[in-house]
């Protein structure tokens, strides 16, 4: 069964502290990892992503931590922003083609 | 830039019509893709298709059917709509992964309301 599981389905953070989005996956044969950012009505852009032989990949604000034993990966932002503000969701290839998602995480940042 | 172009950007249909959902990706991209989302449940892959002519059952393809005709367009048509297929839908396309991280990019989406 290959999953990616998000089990925080909200998160509200003070504007300028970090917030930490979590996922879960079961299949230790992902090659990498993308997260995405969903505003409403809107669809899922592309945020930044990490290959399964790193254990972090940094994007300005956005660092992606991998922990391959425990199969578990996290979104920090920091200093988050009211803009953050969106549904994110974790996401994983598993074999050529296709993606697999998490059920997401809808970020509050509170100015 | 990558642009995925959905059709329509709200839809409202009665129950038991036929509904198309059109999609055009423009950057030459083999791989296309329909998701619909809900309420916590994310992005649930409905089908893909990797090649002209080609598709591929997703996780969730009952009361679904696709068409790719043209590698640029790709379209998902529900036979009779039910009420259980309000949703939004969200097209995708990428390249074939060959080691490489890549991303799919989707478009704005289509709310759909059946009643």
């Known amino acids: 069964d290959q999953q990616v599981k998000q089990n925080s389905p909200s998160l509200s953070v003070q504007e300028g502290r970090i917030s930490i989005l979590n996922c879960d996956y079961t299949?230790?044969?992902?090659?990498?990892f993308l997260w995405y950012k969903k505003y409403p009505a809107e669809g899922p852009t592309f945020l930044i992503s990490i290959s399964s032989i790193k254990d972090k990949n940094e994007d300005g604000r956005f660092t992606v931590f991998l922990n391959k034993s425990a199969k578990h990966l996290s979104l920090h932002i920091v200093p988050s922003q009211p803009g953050d503000s969106a549904v994110y969701f974790c996401?994983?290839?598993?074999?050529?083609?296709?993606?697999?998602f998490g059920t997401g995480t809808r970020l509050k940042v509170l100015a | 830039d990558v642009k995925v172009t959905q059709s329509s950007r709200y839809l409202v249909k009665r129950t038991g019509e036929k509904v198309f959902l059109e999609c055009v990706q423009d950057?030459?991209?083999?791989?296309m893709f329909w998701y619909r989302q809900d309420p916590g449940l994310g992005l649930r892959l409905i089908y893909f298709?990797?090649?002209?002519?080609?598709?591929e059952k997703g996780d969730i393809p009952e009361g679904y059917s696709v068409s790719r005709e043209k590698k640029e367009r790709f379209s998902l048509i529900l036979e009779s709509a039910s009420t259980n297929q309000t949703s939004m839908y969200l097209c995708a396309s990428s390249v074939t992964k060959i080691g490489t991280n890549t991303e799919a990019f989707f478009g704005q989406g289509t709310r759909l309301t059946v009643v």
């Open positions: 298709s990797y090649d002209v002519k080609m598709k």
């Open positions: 996401a994983a290839p598993p074999g050529t083609y296709k993606y697999i």
């Open positions: 299949n230790s044969m992902f090659d990498y």
């Open positions: 950057m030459d991209h083999e791989n």
